[in-house]
């Protein structure tokens, strides 16, 4: 007979060593479980909205919905520090996963029972999305305490896999679910996930207390086992500080904030534009946002060949792509076109974080370079939630089409401005100072 591989020998090299280690072979399945929920939920978030908004008040209800899950992650990662930055990293991401288990849960429960009511569904994604981001530095902290240094990148690369490959998958499946059975019961899945998470990390808790350590030295252990904050706050004050003397850094800064702002109404938009303008269901909202996580995907991977040329001038042009995609949904175009234009934008779009770093690495010192970072996720982190909060309004005042559209419009006029400001500073400073050459951009000749 012959022999099968084992699934580990079908691996590249570089990831086969993890599967030695018990621990990580037994959360990783969880993780993976979770990031296929999360992607689910893409969908059926917008889409219970949708199945239980009152006459003429969708776009509000997906709006804050879409917000909710969303909004309330960034608020407790500045906000929780005095009292979660201590914990060990096993209890964050039990924590973060009990929470969303019960409160998600709660969601296909309410909807069974015929009580699930805009408001009440409103505060159950809310409630659910407190401790997110700090079960997401408990997740990584977590990683790097059951593999030694020199896995851990490997790791780290095989989690991110696992999130962007549920961003393609998840969203299809949700679609396809949702034409079978109620998307509340898509997102109940997303917190069985979740509950299956929290028992792991509880049992990896539970086995280090009990692995024959004294107390004092499982305690000391504990406490050099707190997981990063989420936002350093004592750091992304001096971040700001520094950053007020650096008006490119600024620059940039501003740039990624306005245009994850202008992305946020896109997520409340499509739905209803799928739903209102086009009249189809939930596989096709699913096949949207497929095709752009697919794209974003390889958007990604192609980053590194753009870093040959200058990144201003490209990282512009990404703004500008992507604002052009938008536009033919406000033409009227038909659902292929649309589809084919939200797939491309996902390749446009998805380099434009890779880049935006790059642009903050080359121009900050070395010794700067960890304090700018925490000013910018700082300042990064209520973008896209309160774009997609005000996308909400926005679109039932307007309409989807006329959302999308704008969105595209407005990105244009943030790659135009951002060009003409760029130009007249560095004019300003060629003409004032013959002595002090404009800065040459990365990647260009020297």
Not at 143 to 164: C, K, T
Not at 373 to 384: P, S, V
Request: some cysteine; charged content about 10%.
């Amino acid at each position: 007979m012959t022999a099968f591989p084992s699934p580990s020998r079908l691996l590249p090299p570089a990831y086969r060593p993890l599967f030695a280690h018990r621990d990580f072979r037994r959360l990783l399945p969880a993780l993976a479980a979770c990031d296929l929920g999360d992607g689910m939920s893409m969908v059926a978030v917008a889409w219970t909205a949708l199945a239980i908004a009152p006459p003429g008040r969708a776009g509000l209800l997906v709006g804050a919905a879409v917000a909710a899950y969303a909004l309330p992650g960034a608020a407790g990662a500045l906000l929780l520090g005095r009292w979660l930055r201590r914990l060990p990293a096993w209890r964050l991401l039990a924590a973060d996963s009990w929470l969303r288990a019960v409160l998600l849960g709660c969601v296909p429960l309410a909807w069974a029972l015929g009580e699930l009511r805009p408001a009440g569904y409103v505060a159950l994604l809310a409630g659910s999305s407190v401790l997110h981001a700090w079960g997401g530095a408990g997740k990584y902290a977590l990683l790097a305490r059951v593999l030694p240094a020199g896995q851990r990148l490997a790791a780290n690369a095989l989690v991110s896999s696992s999130g962007s490959a549920a961003v393609i998958v998840g969203p299809a499946l949700a679609g396809f679910l949702a034409a079978a059975v109620s998307p509340a019961w898509i997102i109940g899945l997303d917190a069985a996930s979740f509950a299956v998470l929290a028992v792991r990390a509880g049992r990896l808790g539970s086995r280090k207390r009990t692995a024959g350590q004294a107390p004092a030295e499982g305690a000391a252990d504990d406490a050099t086992d707190s997981a990063p904050a989420p936002v350093d706050t004592g750091q992304a004050a001096a971040g700001r500080r520094l950053l007020r003397g650096q008006p490119e850094l600024l620059g940039i800064l501003a740039l990624t904030w306005f245009f994850n702002f202008l992305y946020g109404p896109v997520e409340v938009a499509l739905p209803l534009h799928v739903t209102g303008d086009l009249h189809a269901g939930a596989r096709l909202l699913g096949l949207y946002w497929t095709l752009f996580g697919a794209g974003a995907v390889l958007g990604a991977l192609c980053a590194g060949t753009l870093r040959r040329l200058p990144l201003w001038p490209v990282t512009l042009g990404i703004v500008a792509g992507w604002g052009l995609t938008l536009v033919p949904f406000g033409l009227g175009a038909p659902a292929a076109v649309t589809l084919a234009c939200f797939s491309l934008g996902g390749i446009i779009y998805g380099p434009f974080t890779a880049l935006s770093f790059t642009l903050f690495q080359d121009r900050t010192p070395a010794a700067l370079l960890t304090t700018v970072l925490a000013a910018r996720g700082a300042a990064l982190l209520t973008a896209a939630p309160v774009g997609t909060a005000l996308g909400g309004p926005l679109t039932a005042a307007l309409g989807p089409r006329t959302v999308l559209a704008a969105s595209g419009l407005a990105t244009l006029a943030l790659a135009a401005t951002t060009a003409t400001a760029r130009a007249l500073g560095t004019a300003h400073r060629t003409g004032g100072s013959e002595s002090e050459p404009a800065p040459a951009e990365p990647g260009a000749p020297s």
